[in-house]
């Protein structure tokens, strides 16, 4: 029996030790009790039990002059088990959730106002383009009542010519807001396609030259919509004006900014004397909306240079 009591203390001892007090002791100045005096109970001491069959308590006795024992035990839950640290976890998850929520409504009201912007341009083209149709059409009829055959001609070519520019204006934004279009390849193959049915057609030679770095670039809905139309205003100029018989094409990357330049070897023009035609405006107005620089020199005999840079990302 002895042995048994002694495996029954051994046991039930840590779990006596965990529920006293964190540090309990006895001040070495303290007196020792009188011998005939029971000891008094103390919250914070462990007195000697005498038992005979407990040797085990008997080592915890603290009497006479002995050092005091000290026990601390100290108890502390983990971070993760505590309500504050749910609370925060909660609360950093759900302001990631909501950022990322924003980020993509403010992207989708971005590119939202961006094709509104198109259509609206759309509109305002088609608007003065149906416009200039309907007046002369008024003056062809005029011109063929009267006889005129060679001004009702003219009336006719110049309507036209408007009819098919609308229509490459419509299938121009109809494109640019296709969500199916949203890439630089796709952008950079239509340039190709536009460039072969303008200039071929002209029997006009040109180089395409595209640096492959432009392909992993990622262009803006506005960038890209005015970066094309920039490109087609330039060949158009070259196939309609130049007079040339090669175009030098090359769409480069420096430094982050996509570079886009276009050389002719035709007949060259005074800038100054260009003046503020629409074609030229339209392109400085498109360039500075992309934060971007637009240039043309040009020299008389010597070709046309066109020169565009702008951020990419």
Sequence with gaps: ????????????????????????HRPH???TPPTDVPPQTHPHRIHKISDTNAPFFSQLTQSGPRPAVQIKRLFQQPAWQKGWF?????LLLAAIVY?????????ILATEKVRSRIARDLHDDMGSTL???NIM????????????????REFLGK???STTRMMESMDDIVWSINPLNDSTPRVIARMREFTTGMLEARGIGFAFNIDEKIYHRKLQLDNRHDFFMIYKESITNIAKYAQCTFADIRIQLRKGQLVLRVQDNGAGFDVKCAGDGDGLMNMQRRAYRMNGQFSIQSQIGKGTVVTLMFPTT
Excluded: W
């Excluded at 749910?86 to 909660?90: H, I, K, Q, T």
């Design 137 to 152: 059409s008024t003056m062809a009829q005029k011109s063929a009542a009267r006889g005129d055959h060679d001004k009702t």
């Design 99 to 107: 950022t990322i929520h924003r980020l993509r409504i403010n992207h």
């Design 1 to 24: 029996m002895p042995q048994l009591h002694q495996l029954l203390l051994a046991i039930l001892m840590p779990a006596f030790i965990c529920l006293s007090a964190p540090e309990f």
């Design 86 to 90: 749910y609370a925060a976890a909660v």
């Design 159 to 161: 309507i036209g010519e």
């Design 131 to 133: 416009t200039s149709i």
């Design 29 to 31: 100045d303290e007196p």
